[in-house]
């Protein structure tokens, strides 16, 4: 691994397979770290060049701290650090029937995750490195039954702020909200491609794509933001701007 290696969570699908795409498109060199064993066995048949696999649990101190050890022995410092990992499915069981071994869990990849790789790999990072969370528009916005998941990124935008000031300066830490990202042509057969009209109803006139998450981190990550800290980036084609109502009978 070379001195700009960047860390990817959750690499091996969905948006966390387009960014490590993205990136070594890029020519960064990738660390990709993923709990999916088959997921990582495809991505490692791909042969990138350019990125390593790791699997991780990222809820797993010892696993974690074990990375960081991995790190500095190959490269001493990274260029950044890309919390991605999450349950991501957000709807779970009504709040009368949600098992607390769900909510425990989701806030853990989701929420403790990130804490864990940034206590132990934020050291490593090299001046001006940065750290990009990706986090959601549901820690703004919800549909009934998704407690777990719009808590546990709404507590990651807390995060992204409360560590942007403990590791500032020297290392800056942003956050990036995504809305609807169309993973279909990453994972075939399991997320169903958006329509017409799920595109038409974005101010943007489309869905987003997981170029367009990338590309943000990759300004994040840049020199170029080096004014930029502490902050959340929406990246949701204007839907969150939208007002939205139910057509209601006109009144006679």
């Known amino acids: 691994m070379s001195s ?15 960014m490590t ?8 060199q990738v660390l990709g770290l993923d709990i999916d064993k088959e997921a990582l066995a495809r991505l490692d048949e791909a042969n990138m060049p350019g990125l390593q696999l790791v699997r991780l649990d990222v809820t ?17 410092r ?12 957000p709807i779970n069981e ?7 071994s769900h909510w425990q869990r989701v ?48 507590g990651l935008v807390a995060l992204t702020h409360a560590l942007a000031v403990s590791l500032g300066p020297r290392v800056r830490v942003n956050i990036i909200s995504p809305g609807w990202i169309d993973v279909s042509a990453l994972q075939p ?3 169903p491609a958006p329509g017409p009209e799920d595109h038409a109803q974005h101010p943007a006139g489309r869905v987003g794509a997981a170029e367009d998450v990338a590309a943000m981190a990759r300004f ?22 939208r007002m939205i109502y139910r057509d209601e009978p006109a009144a006679e």
């Not at 990274?78 to 499915?89: E, K, P, Q």
């Not at 994040?220 to 701007?241: A, K």
């Open 78 to 89: 990274l260029g950044g650090i890309i919390n991605n990992a999450a349950i991501s499915h």
């Open 21 to 28: 795409r993205y990136f070594l498109q890029h020519d960064y």
């Open 107 to 154: 806030l853990a990849v989701n929420l403790t995750g990130p804490m864990l790789l940034c206590k132990h790999l934020s050291p490593l990072l090299a001046p001006g490195a940065a750290i990009v969370n990706i986090g959601s528009t549901r820690a703004h916005q919800s549909e009934a039954d998704s407690e777990a998941y719009a808590a546990s990124k709404g």
């Open 4 to 18: 700009g290696t960047i860390v990817i969570t959750g690499a091996a699908r969905g948006l966390g397979l387009g």
């Open 94 to 100: 009504p709040i009368e029937r949600l098992s607390l």
């Open 189 to 191: 057969g399991d997320t």
């Open 220 to 241: 994040l990550l840049s020199g170029e933001s080096g004014f930029v800290t502490g902050q959340e980036f929406i990246v949701d084609g204007g839907m969150s701007r």
């Open 60 to 76: 797993d101190e010892p696993s974690v701290q074990s990375l960081a050890r991995l790190v500095e022995r190959q490269c001493g």
